[in-house]
């Protein structure tokens, strides 16, 4: 029994090493197109109910392959300037004030992830590429409902060791 948890001792120490923690920062690309930023028309109807995360943050919700299409409980979308309470404090008191509401949510900058980023918060590796032709609808719906490819990995390990 006692060289059965040494296993997991040396699988767990496995996993912790061989995948990336910390800050959202460390898996963002840089210089994203704006194609990726929300539109008006999903800042207005769902900015109450967005996980929104910065660069800072240490986690993000799981990524489903609607990601992009619906935005209830599809993904998180990052924040990239601004302060985030600032803004829901302005906006709060608003209700009828589209043009008002707009200005103030344009300005954090939010938007999606994109699939490259998503694919590096899963664990792909770095060489890990989406075929030149893929749209970004494919690529969120092939990562969709994915998972950490280092956990799969370490729970295989555990299968074939049993």
């Given at each position: 029994?006692?060289?059965?948890?040494?296993?997991?001792k040396?699988?767990s120490?496995?996993?912790r090493?061989?995948?990336?923690?910390?800050?959202?920062?460390?898996?963002?690309?840089?210089?994203?197109?704006?194609?990726?930023?929300?539109?008006?028309?999903?800042l207005?109807?769902?900015n109450?109910i967005l996980?929104?995360?910065?660069?800072?943050?240490?986690?993000?919700?799981?990524?489903?392959k609607?990601?992009?299409?619906?935005?209830?409980?599809?993904?998180?979308v990052?924040?990239?300037?601004?302060?985030?309470?600032?803004?829901?404090?302005?906006?709060q008191?608003?209700?009828?004030?589209?043009?008002?509401?707009?200005?103030?949510?344009?300005?954090?900058?939010l938007?999606?992830f994109?699939?490259l980023?998503?694919?590096?918060?899963?664990?792909?590796?770095?060489?890990?590429?989406f075929?030149?032709?893929?749209?970004?609808?494919?690529?969120?719906?092939?990562?969709?409902?994915?998972?950490?490819?280092?956990v799969?990995?370490?729970?295989?390990?555990?299968?074939?060791?049993?």
């Amino acid at each position: 029994l006692q060289e059965d948890f040494s296993i997991l001792k040396v699988s767990s120490d496995a996993l912790r090493n061989s995948f990336t923690v910390g800050k959202l920062e460390k898996f963002l690309q840089k210089d994203v197109n704006e194609e990726y930023l929300l539109s008006d028309k999903i800042l207005l109807k769902y900015n109450k109910i967005l996980d929104i995360v910065t660069s800072g943050s240490e986690r993000s919700c799981c990524f489903t392959k609607a990601y992009g299409q619906y935005f209830e409980g599809t993904g998180s979308v990052l924040q990239q300037c601004g302060d985030l309470d600032a803004a829901y404090a302005r906006i709060q008191p608003l209700e009828n004030e589209d043009n008002e509401i707009l200005e103030t949510l344009a300005s954090l900058k939010l938007r999606l992830f994109t699939g490259l980023e998503i694919a590096k918060l899963l664990g792909f590796p770095a060489s890990f590429d989406f075929p030149e032709e893929s749209s970004r609808k494919q690529q969120y719906r092939t990562l969709g409902n994915s998972l950490n490819v280092n956990v799969v990995a370490i729970l295989v390990h555990f299968l074939i060791l049993s």
